[in-house]
Nanobody
Framework: VQLQASGGGLVQAGGSLRLSCEAS????????MVWYRQAPGKQRELVAS???????VYTDSVKGRFTISRDNAKNTVYLQMNSLKYEDTAVYYC??????????????WGQGTQVTVSS
């Protein structure tokens, strides 16, 4: 199973970006899809998560500004980021708990995508 993230970039404060992460491989079910971020000198933190049933969780700092969604047919998770702030600058990582036809649920990580918000 591989996760391919895309959509990062440089944006001015107040702007928007949309991140995507597609899972590929021998997938039976994707239980949970998650976006994390890590800013320089800080620990990686959970930004938002979504279950295969559509239940979502957000960290407080992004509530009302970020929206996580997924397309189960495409095995893809999205993160729509609006009203971006300087403090949203970080490397964003997608993560998924995936069950394959031959294994139980396992944790997979995509490569990071850089989001830089200029003040």
């Amino acid at each position: 199973v591989q996760l391919q993230a895309s959509g990062g970039g440089l944006v001015q404060a107040g702007g928007s970006l949309r991140l995507s992460c597609e899972a590929s491989g021998n997938i039976f079910i994707i239980n949970v899809m998650v976006w994390y971020r890590q800013a320089p000198g800080k620990q990686r933190e959970l930004v938002a998560s979504i279950t295969n049933g559509g239940n979502t969780v957000y960290t407080d700092s992004v509530k009302g500004r970020f929206t996580i969604s997924r397309d189960n047919a495409k095995n893809t998770v999205y993160l729509q980021m609006n009203s971006l702030k300087y403090e949203d600058t970080a490397v964003y990582y997608c993560n998924a708990v995936v069950t394959t036809p031959t294994t139980g649920p396992r944790n997979y990580w995509g490569q990071g995508t850089q989001v830089t918000v200029s003040s």
